[in-house]
């Protein structure tokens, strides 16, 4: 039987949350591209989900991808609440600790059926996912590597007092505030405790994994690498995960196809640079006022734009308009030729990576940070939780390739039209504004060159392979 073994099969376990899950879903592409059989874990509901939404490639495609969607018992489902001055998305914790807990019998029963096929049976898991996996210490040849969805900046000062101070010490000439390299105020208590449960199981593992490039974090992945070598583990940066050359045309979209043809076929009449793109990902709902507050802003700023209107994700509900948001009166005829409204799902990479496209404003979650950086879209940045702030200090003061729309000081407060209309004035149709788009057009370049053959995020994958493989 020996000789018909596989080398290596990799198990990937996400969060089933939308913006860890399709970080997974791309880096399992990576790596069934090197001939190795990838199964992808989930809870039945999300992995459908997350390949619908999938762009930049078919995942019908990939035969060396196995997918397993597991049953998991009903749990509480609250809707988003777009009232709550606290913008972390509670409604989700349930889902979170039910998967934590349920999915463990199914993956440990799966990777007791994988071991005897393989000589390295090689789990990928979601940072927040370690107690799902724990039975594989048991298997002689299973090992597994902790992923963190987040920027390493981000993991730097969340997860060592020591590193955090020594990248304070890299950042100080940017006059940071401490408010802004603290994460107040980004989590409910009930959160940090699950975060913080799931954590004490990346002592099991071998490895970190994290989605970002050294392009832009060599200095903050070095000091997590000395961190990560005293564990006597190793550390590897394989992003950008996401598809860096998007072909128009070739694109796989399981969600509402004609209105993704609508919104790219309305790009292609805009000049170059001249469009923003308004999004806050699947975890964000905003009150009624907030959401008149954003209208009236973009209208004002008669700048073009394209605005994702969708309510935050339910834990349990497949339907993406769980609430139908209400747009000021008469807005989309007065702004027919000005912008676009989207509802619902939008194809977010199809969208950054069009021409047209001369800026962001987002939330700063870790997928939209990297996809918009990798395509050299500038970010105006408004976060919202979790950490989505670090982020914007990540993107407006150490990158340099964004702006602050909302101080995370003043995260409680609306933001009131004529704040929106001044940003979008300023990234889109100022000489502030192009200097920031030359410079994260530059990084763009340079992250879309490491991720080619011969660049250094193709090659730490290479390595990354031969490692598992070895």
Known sequence: ????????????????????????????????????????????????????????????????????????????????????THKFPSHLQPLCEAAATHLRPSVTSLIHKLSPTTHRLVIIHDSLMGSVVQDFVSLPNAESYTFHSVSA??????TSKEVGERVRNLVET?????????????????????IVAQHEYTKLSSGRIYNTCRAIEQPILELLEVKARKRNELLWALGPFNPVNIQRGSKFSGT?????????????????????FVSFGTTTSFSEQQIMEIAIGLEKSKQKFVWVVRDADRGDNLNDNTTHVELPEGFEDRVIDQGLVVRGWAPQLDILAHPSIGGFISHCGWNSCIESISMGVPIAAWPMHSDQPTNAVLVTKILKVG????????????????????????????????????RAAAIGCGLRKSARDGGVSQMELESFTAHISR
């Open 153 to 158: 900046f981000s993991i730097a000062l969340y």
């Open 174 to 194: 940017n006059e940071l505030r401490e408010d802004e390299l603290a994460f107040e105020g980004c989590f409910t208590p009930e959160f940090k405790k699950f």
């Open 403 to 438: 702006i602050v729309v909302k101080d995370w000081c003043e995260r409680e407060e609306v933001v009131v039209a004529a704040v929106v209309e001044i940003a979008v004035k300023r990234l889109m149709g100022s000489n502030e504004g192009d200097e920031i788009r030359k």
């Open 256 to 276: 509402d196809g004609g209105q993704v043809q609508q919104c790219l076929n309305w790009l292609d009449k805009q000049a170059s640079n001249s469009v923003i």
């Open 1 to 84: 039987m020996g000789t018909n073994k596989n080398k290596v099969v990799v198990v990937m376990v996400p969060l089933p949350l939308q913006g860890h899950i399709n970080q997974l879903l791309h880096l399992s592409r990576h790596i069934s591209a090197h001939n190795l059989p990838v199964h992808f874990v989930g809870t039945a509901i999300h992995v459908g989900r997350a390949k619908l939404r999938l762009q930049g490639w078919n995942p019908n495609t990939i035969s060396n991808i196995v997918f397993h969607e597991f049953p998991i018992p009903p749990f509480p489902s609250p809707p988003p609440n777009p009232n709550s």
